[in-house]
């Protein structure tokens, strides 16, 4: 018999059919009348589907009797409508099989766990509800996001993760190396040839082929070696990056405004009992700020405003505020959450404090840059208008201490028909943040990687997070 889905079963089954589950048990309840209670969950929705185990089953007193939390089994029987509040239907076992024993060592029982203990196991922790709904999400989000993109004709490309160049130009870079540990052998003994490191963005190879393919997109593994214990830095993250030749900031603007709102929307619509889960358990904020970004237009101000609106503030804030200076978590915030209460684009940042790539505005002191700043998380998007003039690209390259000569092949792309373009990235574990209503972006990431911790297994609960 092929098993079906919990989440099939309880949207589309009815009383009288018969069905097989495969699923791990969370609790048993044994009522004194001759029967159990088994509460099984398989992943497919946050529900589980109870099941009705008879005495009358061959396996009942050796078996099933002594099931722990924790056990696999597959159980065929009968859908029957459920007396019990909260669900429509239920299941009278015809047959109950363990595939997998438990034990009472078991670490997630039923009582709740602190996320930051959960941490220490991440094998084991998808088998929590709130874990197993990230997860959901994240794979529901993926699939947006690639519907967004394929629907409006964009390419999709898969750029390189091991690559010769920083893209940020900022130097927080993962090296990549097969020489031994200790090894003094020059670089052009590794490998390639030359230093090689982990990407920290697709970008500059997503420009190369949107100066091709028109729009493309990018969406992959991304890695940081900042050193941010902060609830909102991994070391590895996944990152979406659209890139669209002849468009401009505003044009790259409107997109991200509209790229946020057909996810956020798609995912209303799939993942509802998730959210409402998110919702009842985890941040009663989810829903109602869901759909304000669904609705409600997005704020647009340039960089220079939003000083002048923090200057004016009635709050102290912890960093000082003043032109010139990035703006820090707690003023993204201020201006998104307190100051317009949605979803802000910050754009035209000073050029010393943005990326050499964006494309120098004609007051030769700002960029065309954007970041979008969401409520509960700050910085959500980054992204700018490119530096499309040959001239201007090298100087703010070397004026960044960068060598021109290594990035001669980007150089190229303004050499050869250069044209106007721009994209953004989208960081995809703080977007599942701010979706979920989860505080510590550890937790919406399967198998985090942060500093000092790459073991899915550790012994070691704790971080000193910074804000
Ligand atoms: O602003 P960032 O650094 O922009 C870029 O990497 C550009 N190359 C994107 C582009 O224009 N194509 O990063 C983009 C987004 C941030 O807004 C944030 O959401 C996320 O990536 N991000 C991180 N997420 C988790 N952990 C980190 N350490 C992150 N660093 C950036």
Sequence with gaps: MQRSLINDILNQGTAGQTVQIGGWLRTRRDSRGGFSFL??????????????VDA???????????????????????????????????????????TGVSS???????????????????????????????????????????????????????????????????????????????????PDADFFGLPTYLTVSGQLEGEACALALGQIYTFGPTFRAENSNTSRHLAEFWMVEPEVAFARLDQNAALAEDFL??????????????????????????????HNLVEQPFERITYSEAVQIL?????????????????????????????????????????????FYMRLNDD?????????????????????????RLDVLSSRMQASGLDPEEYSWYLDLRRYGSAPHSGFGLGLDRFVQYITGMENIRDVSAFPRTPRHARVHSAVPGDQLRS
């Design 39 to 52: 509460e099984i969950s398989d992943g497919s929705c946050i529900h589980t589907l109870q099941v009705v």
């Design 56 to 98: 009358s089953l061959e396996n009942y007193e050796n078996e099933i009797l002594k099931l722990k939390t924790g056990a696999a089994l597959i159980v065929e029987g009968t859908l029957k409508n459920s007396e019990g509040k909260g669900q429509r239907l239920e299941m009278q076992a015809g047959s109950v099989m363990q």
């Design 104 to 186: 009472d060592e078991f670490p997630i029982q039923k009582k709740r766990h602190s996320f930051e203990h959960l941490r220490t196991m991440q094998h084991l922790r998808p088998r929590t509800n709130t874990i197993a709904a990230v997860l959901r999400v994240r794979s529901k989000l993926s699939h947006a996001i690639h519907s967004f993109f394929q629907q409006r004709s964009f390419h999709y490309i898969q750029t390189p993760i091991i690559t010769a160049s920083d893209c940020e130009g900022a130097g927080h870079l993962f090296q990549v190396t097969t020489l031994p540990p200790g090894s003094q052998r020059q």
């Design 261 to 290: 709102k057909a996810v956020t929307s798609s995912l209303l619509a799939s993942c509802a009992d998730d959210l409402a889960f998110f919702n009842q358990r985890i941040d009663s904020g989810v829903l109602e700020r869901l």
């Design 311 to 355: 200057e004016l503030a009635d709050i102290r804030f912890e960093f000082p505020v003043k032109w010139g200076s990035d703006l820090q978590s707690e003023h993204e915030r201020y201006l998104c959450e307190t100051h317009f209460g949605g979803p802000v684009i910050v754009t035209d940042y000073p050029k010393e404090i943005k990326s």
């Design 364 to 388: 030769d002191k700002t960029v065309a840059a954007m970041d979008v700043l969401a409520p509960g998380i700050g910085e959500i998007i980054g992204g700018s208008e490119r530096e499309e």
